[in-house]
């Protein structure tokens, strides 16, 4: 029995939504202060009410969010110490008391692996001292008590963060801002979650993965995808009713109102690439645990808000799950112009209970993108939005916004780059790159740049 979602203060109206990672807010001191309450003013100065951000756990030296040292953890890189309380070494005892309880099933494993890090530096962990690469019960006793204090700086930092992020949830909530999470089908191989439960990930003796995930070759990389993440073993997360999935969940569930859960066609089926000739083309697909899975979230955490990202080539199977469950998916306004009048990502073919972007960021700005068409395709786009040179028509990228704030769609959700018009110099991520990736910020005078009142005026033109 499926159940629905229940959505209700996330889609109880129409909203307009505003994406940008906290790390590209502007300034040296941390972001979950005074940066980010500045950022939620303008948003709901403007009446946008969602804003959506990428994951927020530690990252890599590479940054990137979506390959996180934790499922759980929050990045202490985003802590505002200008904000920290006058005696932050001593922490209010019942808070911080409380946090330790609330959070202890992941919480030691994460500081002791942290911990464990700093003392290897370099060193992932399958390459850590066999003893504490297995987590040897007296092994890791014994690291415990000779780096007590170490673990408990690692404990301190996700207090912090822990409170800082409560405390801007709350702003933004009181402005009536919802504050939209994503969360990566994958994790990283060298992640606390993989040493810490390596039973419920497909690995060898050595803690090495024995299949890897990725994408099949198709048009976009005739070379298919390999990302290097080790795939779940869900048989035996299935065996205990799935409950790590349950409690990472239940941990984005404490910090957002909405969340984004990426690549949610590897819940139907995922591509499994061998380790021992890791070419995506020696790939295969492998069911996933589809319905027996997100009936078990549902089960468990009936208010879960789940969005499913159902971009790229999504098969009749993965929609007719989405669909089952009752999840909405996403459109983007910059895939809509292949020629097809059926493309799905057209303004005619948005449906209701769906998202509408106009970009992710993953894409290039839309400015880059359509400065990027060829004349012919620019031609289709002006042809469909009825832009013409010489009509005082707004310049990219507004008709594209404009034309997302239309949709039927009930939320819409803008890259803070679009917002600004920016161009591709300021695109957040290029995939299958490794440089310039993750590390664009808003300048320090994004607000005197960003047209507030046209903004204002687009949300309440089309309701939102």
């Known amino acids: 029995m499926t159940q629905g979602l229940p959505l209700v203060s996330a889609f109880s109206r129409r909203r307009a939504g505003v994406l940008l990672h906290p790390t590209a807010l502007p300034g040296p001191h941390g972001k979950l202060g005074a940066s980010a309450r500045q950022f939620i003013d303008l948003l709901a100065e403007a009446g946008i009410t969602v ?22 953890a929050g990045n202490p890189a985003l802590i505002d110490f200008l904000e920290l309380p006058e005696h932050w070494e001593g922490p209010d005892q019942h808070l911080w008391e409380e946090f330790l309880a609330e959070h202890e099933r992941w919480l030691e494993d994460y500081a002791r692996f942290m911990a464990i890090r700093t003392r290897y530096p370099g060193l992932a ?42 405390r801007l949830r709350q702003y933004a909530r009181d402005r009536g801002v919802l504050m939209f999470g994503d969360i990566p089908i994958f994790v990283a191989h060298d992640s606390a ?44 997360m299935a065996h205990d009713g799935y409950r790590w999935w349950l409690g990472r969940l239940a ?8 969340l984004r859960i990426d690549h949610f066609r590897g819940l139907q089926a995922f591509w499994e690439i ?29 208010d879960l808000p789940l ?34 009048p059926g493309n799905p990502h057209l303004l005619h073919n948005h449906k209701a209970d769906d998202l509408v972007y106009t970009g992710t960021h993953d894409n290039d700005t839309t400015l880059g993108w359509y400065r990027s068409l060829n004349d012919r395709t620019r031609h289709h786009v002006n042809r469909y939005l009825r832009i013409s ?3 005082g028509t707004d310049p990219m990228p507004w008709p594209v916004i404009q034309a997302a704030m239309s949709s039927v769609s009930s939320l819409v959700i803008v890259p803070a780059q679009d ?46």
Not at 51 to 68: A, C, E
Not at 251 to 258: I, M
């Open 125 to 166: 962990w399958p390459e850590w001292p066999e003893p504490l690469r297995r987590r040897d019960a007296n092994a890791l006793a014994e690291f415990t008590r000779a780096n007590r204090d170490a673990i408990e700086q690692v404990k301190y930092e996700q207090f912090v963060f822990h409170q800082q992020w409560n």
């Open 251 to 258: 941990s984005q569930r404490e910090k957002f109102d909405l």
């Open 193 to 236: 979650d993989v040493w810490a439960n390596p039973e419920q990930f497909k690995l060898d003796s050595a803690g090495q993965p024995t299949a890897i995930a990725g994408v099949p070759p198709d048009y976009f990389s005739p070379e298919g995808q390999h990302w290097g993440n080790p795939l779940y073993n869900w048989q035996a």
């Open 307 to 340: 969005v499913a990202e159902n971009l790229g080539i999504i098969g009749d199977d993965v929609e007719q799950l989405r669909h089952r469950f009752r999840l909405p998916g996403m459109t983007v306004m910059q895939f809509g112009f292949d020629g097809s």
């Open 419 to 464: 917002l600004l018009g920016l161009g591709s110099e300021a695109r957040f991520n290029t995939p299958g790159t490794l440089e310039n990736n993750w590390v664009w910020q808003l300048s320090e005078h994004y607000q005197e740049l960003m047209d507030v009142q046209k903004l204002r005026e687009l949300v309440q033109l089309y309701g939102r």
């Open 51 to 72: 804003w959506q951000t990428l994951p927020i756990g530690p990252t890599h030296p590479d940054l990137s969010p979506y390959q996180s040292l934790s499922a759980h």
């Open 389 to 391: 040179e010489n009509d």
């Open 274 to 302: 061998p380790a021992s000739d890791p070419r995506p083309v020696n790939g295969y697909w492998v069911p996933g645990p589809a319905d027996d899975f997100l009936s078990a979230c549902f089960r468990e955490l009936p």
